[in-house]
């Protein structure tokens, strides 16, 4: 349970509160930026049992309310599927940050539009993607409570795993 403005907003469990100071240290003061997420720039983490993850920071343009960003922190720690990118924490201190699982193999736009010949990828690989990618998107429009209408699908919000397995990301009301 967080404490907010004598109202407590309940956070589940399993998702971690971080330090603002955590998170500078975790992305070694910001250096490995992957890419911009619709919450802000994301970058590559390393937490202190060796986890590597991803760190979505808020823009300065994007910054809502505190009570809001922990009601959106509550409802993202509730919504689990094989095939949507898991929220691991967060940090509510000098910036709003989410901490999220790393996906090694980057967006699927990354492998779509690379500009190496090994990017290609083969069919099998871009039917298991495709199903993966319907299958999250499935659970959020239907399957979870209350149902989350995924607002910019686009391939560069389809991320992969070292498998080569699609995880649907920016999901929530940050997205």
């Known amino acids: 349970m967080t404490p907010m403005m004598g109202k407590v907003i309940p956070i589940e469990r399993h998702v971690q509160t971080f330090s603002y100071k955590e998170i500078q240290t975790a ?24 986890c590597i993850v991803a760190i979505n920071v808020s823009s300065k343009i994007f910054h809502q309310g505190s009570k809001e960003f922990l009601n959106e922190i509550d409802l993202l720690s509730r919504v689990h599927h094989k095939s949507l990118v898991r929220l ?3 940090s509510n201190e000098e910036k709003q940050v989410l901490v999220y699982e790393f996906m090694s193999k980057g967006s699927l736009f990354e492998h779509l539009h690379g500009h190496s010949k090994n990017s290609v990828l083969p069919w099998v690989t871009r039917l298991r993607i495709i199903l993966n990618a319907a299958q999250g998107l499935s659970y959020l429009h239907e399957g979870c409570s209350p149902q989350i209408i995924h607002r910019d699908v686009k391939s560069s919000n389809i991320l992969l795993n070292d498998q080569m397995e699609a995880k649907i990301s920016d999901f929530g009301i940050f997205g």
């Open 88 to 90: 691991l924490g967060y």
């Open 27 to 50: 992305t070694k003061n910001f250096t490995t930026e992957l890419g911009k997420g619709g919450f802000g720039p994301v970058y590559k983490g390393w937490l202190d049992d060796g």
